[in-house]
């Protein structure tokens, strides 16, 4: 198949390069870069005076890696908390800056974070959430409601790349694209912004791979009629959502 990757650097090379060895012809294009956050200087400060009663919760790879970019350049570590990651590429992160054994929740979602038996009852305990701009924001008002004293730190940015002229879809199109590879809901809105109407039935029409129940649920609703859930947003997981489509289109 003919995969288009929209992911940011990195990631994005490295799940072409999996994809290539897996038989794919992927056409790398990535939509998103990552740059330092508004609160990236604050971060130090939030974390000053954590306990190990307290919480850090990291909702991406992204947050980890620039958190700990920010302490080492305000010349501090990671405090002596318990650390929670969004998923097992976050948790691996951790680990790769130093910071093992953070809970990972089953389902890769803030609701698989809030239902974790550690998070139900939060009197008087203290919770950072390294997260970027935008997102969703389901965490915190429901840690407060537990009780905990919860801050937000936006430690990065998402810049979604712009194409005025329409110059990326028409060349899709032109490398003959089957399939589209999201991890975010934030890429899915993009990419469909960026379609322009003549482009819309080919986009929504593209076998469509997500990583998660939620942003299948969106693109439905966006038009898509292809959507596989991968039920991950790492390479093994998306690779195997792709592999089944095409095993199952040879059967047929």
């Known amino acids: 198949m003919t995969p288009l990757v929209v992911r940011a650097e990195p990631q994005a090379a490295s799940l072409s390069q999996a994809l290539l060895a897996a038989g794919h012809q992927p056409v790398t294009s990535p939509l998103l870069s990552f740059e330092a956050g508004a609160e990236f200087d604050r971060l130090s400060a939030l974390l000053d005076g954590l306990s190990a009663r307290d919480y850090v919760i990291a909702v991406s790879v992204q947050a980890v890696h620039f958190a700990d970019n920010a302490l080492k350049q305000q010349g501090h570590g990671w ?10 590429a976050t948790g691996k992160a951790f680990a790769e800056v130093g910071v093992p054994g953070a809970a990972v929740p089953d389902d890769p979602r803030s609701e698989g974070i809030i239902s974790l038996p550690a998070l139900q009852q939060l009197a008087g305990r203290r919770v950072v959430i390294l997260r970027g701009n935008g997102g969703r924001h ?6 407060m409601q537990r009780g905990a004293l919860v801050d937000y730190c936006e430690v990065y940015r998402r810049r979604y790349h712009k194409d005025s002229s329409g110059a990326l879809v028409k060349s899709w199109q032109s490398q ?3 399939s589209i590879i999201i991890t975010s809901g934030g890429l899915l ?3 469909v912004q960026l379609a322009a109407v003549s482009a819309k039935d080919w986009l929504l029409s593209r076998l469509l791979i997500v990583p998660s129940i939620r942003v299948a649920i969106e693109a439905r609703e966006l038009g898509f009629t292809q959507v596989i859930n991968a ?6 997981a998306l690779i195997a959502a792709l592999d089944e489509r095409k095993r199952n289109d040879r059967q047929d």
């Open 176 to 178: 003959d694209v089957d």
């Open 231 to 236: 039920e991950g947003a790492s390479n093994q």
């Open 189 to 191: 809105h993009h990419i």
């Open 138 to 143: 389901l965490i915190a008002p429901t840690l």
């Open 79 to 88: 405090p002596k908390a318990n650390y929670i990651a969004v998923g097992d």
